[in-house]
């Protein structure tokens, strides 16, 4: 399994970049997961349905499936923020690549998504594993890179570049504590 981050600011276009990217990389064969961070409580449940009802109750996880889909919600305790790692570890071992969106501080090699018009500082002149940066902007960069630079509005270009690069992306579960 493959796995990359993908980092930058709200309203960057991360989120619109993994939403092109999933089908270029499935029009390749490849099987793709996702793997978001989300900084507020969020739910993807419905009041009044039969799995909101369990938690409600008190379940500390409820699994739905059907012939279709498998959902699992676990209710988190204690606050605490989820490692990446113990996510990817929750994922089907049968997928080819695994797309993480935020987590931007984490030790994952990660492709930057940044805009000048964002106004933003960009991430990759201090955070040593981002190892591409996609951008509709290349000439406004902040400094100059070694790394590649990709075209933000060419996803099937940046599918093309993850897949060359692919032996990079390698993930080794047993190197993460």
Same mark, same amino acid.
């Given at each position: 399994? /493959?796995? @990359? =981050?993908? +980092?930058?600011?709200?309203?960057? =276009?991360?989120?619109?970049?993994? &939403?092109? #990217?999933?089908?270029?990389?499935? #029009? $390749? =064969?490849? $099987?793709?997961?996702? @793997? /978001?961070? +989300?900084?507020h409580q969020f739910d993807i449940d419905h009041p009044g349905k039969d799995t909101w009802r369990h938690r409600e109750a008190g379940a500390f996880e409820v699994v739905a499936a059907s012939a279709h889909r498998l959902v699992l919600m676990r &209710?988190?305790?204690?606050m605490a923020e989820p490692k990446v790692h113990h996510l990817i570890a929750e994922l089907y071992d049968g997928v080819d690549w695994v797309l993480v969106e935020g987590f931007k501080d984490s030790e994952l090699l990660k492709i &930057? %998504?940044?805009? +000048?018009?964002?106004?933003?500082? +960009?991430?990759?002149?201090?955070?040593?594993?981002?190892?591409?940066?996609?951008?509709?902007?290349?000439?406004?960069?902040? &400094?100059?890179?070694? $790394?590649?630079? #990709?075209? #933000?509005?060419?996803?099937?270009? %940046?599918?093309a570049w993850l897949v060359e690069n692919g032996e990079r992306f390698e993930y080794d579960p047993s190197i993460y504590p």
């Open positions: 399994m /493959k796995v @990359v =981050g993908f +980092a930058g600011y709200s309203g960057s =276009g991360k989120t619109t970049l993994l &939403e092109q #990217l999933i089908p270029a990389l499935k #029009l $390749r =064969g490849l $099987r793709v997961s996702v @793997v /978001k961070h +989300a900084h &209710e988190n305790e204690r &930057e %998504v940044w805009r +000048a018009a964002s106004a933003q500082r +960009a991430r990759y002149p201090d955070d040593p594993f981002i190892t591409a940066i996609a951008t509709d902007s290349p000439r406004a960069m902040p &400094e100059p890179t070694q $790394r590649p630079v #990709l075209d #933000l509005n060419r996803p099937d270009d %940046v599918a």
